[in-house]
């Protein structure tokens, strides 16, 4: 049933295996540097929570805006020239946003995020270039588990940092390290497609494939309803698990312990490492669709927790359903876009990630404000429900397929 070899396979590939490992080395100073703007305006700039989440509202909505647009540039350019705007812009905003005033910092926070180096996008781009169908699965979710374990330290450090020197200067170390995690993946310069599996060059204007022209350039042609529906989906997964995230907060403050809150979440997302395992051996996969009711399920059944440390034990299990969910998505997503195109579907894949993390922050505030915790948990976990049904519905009527393992190239 389970084919722990692909691992084994996967990590053997050069590419994949370099990709994975700038993965985490880019990612921790990431979070860690997201963590320590909050710190920084609430700290350094004395301003509220709510002034610091407008700064991570406009920094999501830049990161949204610039996702389908940088993996296009990806597809178009390649990895080196798409990537070196990044590397001039995100150093010339980090080395002056520390040390200026409140709406200038949201100003240059703002340029910084339109710029973002897409690290997301290019690791599973070339993941995806460079596996077979029945690897892709394995590598994605090793990606998924890579993701967890970065979001379980670089946050800690960021806070570490934020508490031992001045938050400007916390702030300069994590975005500088940051961008140099950029540069290295530049150097690196891994191949975003393996050399015999290399896309078609896009279609002349005209031609059937083209982009074209007018408004069919902000919606390319390949987004059918078919890949519409995947990419709600990838946004609803990232809906129920900001929710979770929003929730234990609330949950650890009203059993008096907010001090618990931090290995808390740590339990919640080391649980998905087990499982992101297990899923990426499996020699069949569930559809995406079928994995996130499951995820939405599991987010309805927390709100029944009895007490503290039920609650703990649901939240566990939820969170172990949040990798296999994530790679499910992704790995859905990369088979049903044309090869010339990933990229920019990694980019509309991470837009709509950052549209699932925006709705669902505020939407569970709400929901925690006006009906305590359990209402957080109903709220994400019943919108996500009916979202994930609907996919499954819609899967089910386009009789869209999730292939076995093969070894037949992508």
């Known amino acids: 049933m389970l084919g722990l070899d692909t691992y084994g396979e996967v990590l053997r590939i050069p590419p994949v295996r370099r990709v994975l490992s700038l993965a985490l080395v880019t990612r921790i100073p990431l979070w860690a540097g997201n963590i320590v703007v909050t710190l ?66 949201l100003l240059l926070v703002a340029g910084a995020a339109l710029f973002t180096v897409p690290t997301f996008a290019i690791t599973r781009q070339v993941i995806i270039g460079h596996t077979t169908l029945g690897q892709r699965t394995t ?21 570490l940092l934020a508490t031992t020197i001045p938050t400007p200067s916390a702030l300069l170390v994590c975005q500088l390290a940051s961008a140099a995690g950029g540069g290295l993946i530049w ?55 900001i929710g979770e995230d929003l929730v234990a907060v609330a949950a650890m403050r009203h059993w008096h312990t907010p001090g618990a809150t931090g290995w808390v979440l740590a339990l919640w997302a080391a649980a998905a490492i087990p499982t992101g395992l297990v899923y990426g051996a499996l020699h069949r996969h569930p559809p995406a669709s079928v994995v996130l009711v499951l995820l939405a399920i599991s ?5 029944a927790a009895p007490d503290r440390t039920w609650f703990i034990v649901f939240l566990t299990v939820a969170g172990s359903l949040s990798s296999p969910t994530v790679t499910a998505v992704t790995d859905e997503l990369s088979r049903v876009v044309p090869a010339g195109n990933r990229g920019e579907a990694m980019g509309w894949h991470g837009s709509a990630t950052t549209l699932g993390n925006a709705a669902g922050a505020p939407i569970t505030g ?16 019943l919108v996500g429900l009916v ?24």
């Open 299 to 303: 987010a309805v059944l927390v709100a």
């Open 40 to 105: 920084h305006v609430v700290s350094h700039l004395h301003h509220s929570f709510a002034m610091a989440g407008l700064v991570a509202a406009v920094q999501a909505a830049m990161l949204g805006l610039s996702g389908p647009w940088r993996g296009r540039r990806l597809d178009q350019l390649g990895l080196r020239r798409a990537v070196l705007p990044s590397l001039i812009v995100l150093p010339a905003c980090w080395c002056v946003a520390p040390f200026v005033g409140y709406w200038s910092f």
């Open 366 to 381: 709400v929901a925690i404000d006006g009906l305590g915790w359990q209402g957080g948990l109903l709220a994400v976990g």
């Open 387 to 410: 979202i994930a049904l609907a996919g499954l519905a819609v899967r089910r009527g386009a009789a869209v397929r999730t292939p076995t393992r093969s070894r037949v190239g992508p």
């Open 187 to 241: 150097l690196a310069d891994p191949p975003l497609h393996a050399p015999d599996h290399a896309p078609a060059a896009t279609p002349e204007p005209g031609l059937p494939g083209h982009p074209g022209a007018g408004w069919h350039r902000f919606v390319p042609h390949w987004l059918t309803p078919g890949v519409a529906v995947v990419l709600a989906m990838a946004a609803t997964a990232t809906f129920i698990l």
């Open 139 to 159: 590598a994605l979710s090793i990606d998924g588990i890579t993701t967890d374990l970065t979001f379980m330290v670089g946050p800690v450090i960021g806070v």
